[in-house]
T-cell receptor
Framework: QKEVEQNSGPLSVPEGAIASLNCTYS??????FFWYRQYSGKSPELIMS????GDKEDGRFTAQLNKASQYVSLLIRDSQPSDSATYLC???????????FGGGTRVLVKP | ETGVTQTPRHLVMGMTNKKSLKCEQH?????MYWYKQSAKKPLELMFV???????ENNSVPSRFSPECPNSSHLFLHLHTLQPEDSALYLC?????????????FGPGTRLLVL
């Protein structure tokens, strides 16, 4: 079982709709969770970090964490063509600073 | 700009060459990382340095040799690489404190080994 799993996509979303991305992780002691966006040929850039159960909103982005079910999700509201990218889920265990990445979900927002 | 710079941005080298990748962070962080990103593979952690000390070597072949002279600079020395080592090499930095583990990435060096 992979430590961090994501559907590779592509997730095709009409402009203006909500894109919903999911990520599951295998290590129950994981404490810190991150979503990064990576455009083709570029480096990952942080969108959101979340540490406790529940929702965290930042602009058009909402991260949701459920530690009991070991999943973290990202919602993108009012999707724009500029949101077309690969979204990477990353997890840090309780101790240390080793960041484990999922394979990423490619999102395509169609005008 | 994230405050993490990398040079060179592109590198082509032969299997017998020796080259070095450089990373510099201007964020006052005390942890630095090297990652490898190959096509269709997740980002792979290679090395971690905390306060200039190597704390993680993720079973990386010895043809990759990291160096961290201070908390702001990180190098990756390359020698006798293989074509399968062609990838995007990313440097990142973070503050090694609970709740401040967010890692910020540099632009990467795209490496091609011929």
């Amino acid at each position: 079982q992979k430590e961090v799993e994501q559907n590779s996509g592509p997730l095709s979303v009409p402009e203006g709709a909500i894109a919903s991305l999911n990520c599951t992780y295998s290590d129950r002691v994981s404490q810190s969770f991150f979503w990064y966006r990576q455009y083709s040929g570029k480096s990952p850039e942080l969108i959101m970090s979340i540490y406790s159960n529940g929702d965290k909103e930042d602009g058009r982005f909402t991260a949701q964490l459920n530690k009991a079910s070991q999943y973290v999700s990202l919602l993108i509201r009012d999707s724009q063509p500029s949101d077309s990218a690969t979204y990477l889920c990353a997890v840090i265990r309780a101790a240390g600073n080793k960041l484990t990445f999922g394979g990423g979900t490619r999102v395509l927002v169609k005008p | 700009e994230t405050g993490v710079t990398q040079t060179p941005r592109h590198l082509v080298m032969g299997m017998t060459n020796k080259k070095s990748l450089k990373c510099e962070q201007h964020l006052g962080h005390n942890a630095m990382y090297w990652y490898k990103q190959s096509a269709k593979k997740p980002l792979e952690l290679m090395f971690v340095y905390n306060f200039k000390e190597q704390t993680e070597n993720n079973s990386v072949p010895s043809r990759f040799s990291p160096e961290c002279p201070n908390s702001s600079h990180l190098f990756l020395h390359l020698h006798t690489l293989q074509p399968e080592d062609s990838a995007l090499y990313l440097c990142a930095s973070s503050q090694d404190e609970a709740g401040q583990e967010t890692q910020y990435f540099g632009p990467g060096t795209r490496l091609l080994v011929l």
